[in-house]
């Protein structure tokens, strides 16, 4: 069997041909234009869609991977950040005053999961999402600095978060 795969490689691919291996990033799904944000509409970002051309892109969203429906309520900390929430404190309710937080442990494992299944070691996300914010999130209704539930769990787990202002020179980022 190898060796039959290796004649058969050698005659698709020829030696003389260089594979290039693109490097694999985790994105927010709703960055990449798809419409799974809270109330149904996405974020598209145009230069993260540009990174298509030199990175393999995943498309993640990780409160649909918790089993949350779209659109849904927004969520927003009652207390704390994501750190909290991951050591199991249900610090995440949502418009109608339900506790959510438990949806979005599981969606963050979910998205863990998938960067061990593709070796990923970097992740853009979608700044201010109580799931993605890598710098801030709504504690109630004030923005303040923190991170999201999915955004913590891959940091913890060494890889390289950033939003998506922090792919942006520093004059071309939003406020
Ligand atoms: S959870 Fe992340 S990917 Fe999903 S809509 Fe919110 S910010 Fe976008």
Redesign the pocket.
């Known amino acids: 069997m190898l060796s039959f795969l290796s004649i058969f490689v050698d005659i698709i691919l020829p030696s003389r041909w260089v594979i290039t291996v693109k490097e694999t990033i985790l994105v927010?799904?709703?960055?990449l234009g798809?419409r799974?944000?809270?109330n149904g509409c996405n974020?598209t970002d145009q230069p993260v869609l540009d990174l298509r051309d030199k990175y393999i892109l995943i498309p993640?969203?990780?409160?649909?991977l918790g089993g949350l429906q779209t659109p849904r309520p927004p969520s927003f900390f009652i207390k704390g950040d994501g750190s909290q929430t991951l050591e199991g404190i249900d610090n995440l309710i949502n418009d109608q005053n339900e506790n959510v937080s438990s949806h979005f442990r599981k969606?963050a494992e979910e998205a863990l999961k998938i960067c061990r299944l593709f070796n990923i070691k970097t992740a853009i996300?979608?700044e201010r999402?109580p799931?993605?914010g890598t710098h801030q999130i709504y504690l109630k209704e004030k923005l303040t600095k923190g991170m999201?539930v999915?955004a913590t769990i891959l940091k913890s787990n060494d890889i390289r978060i950033m939003s998506e202002n922090d792919i942006r020179r520093p004059d071309e980022r939003k406020n």
Request: hydrophobic fraction near 25%; charged fraction near 10%; include cysteine.
């Open positions: 927010s799904a709703c960055l798809l799974c944000c809270y974020n993640v969203c990780p409160e649909q969606g996300l979608k999402s799931s993605c999201g999915t």
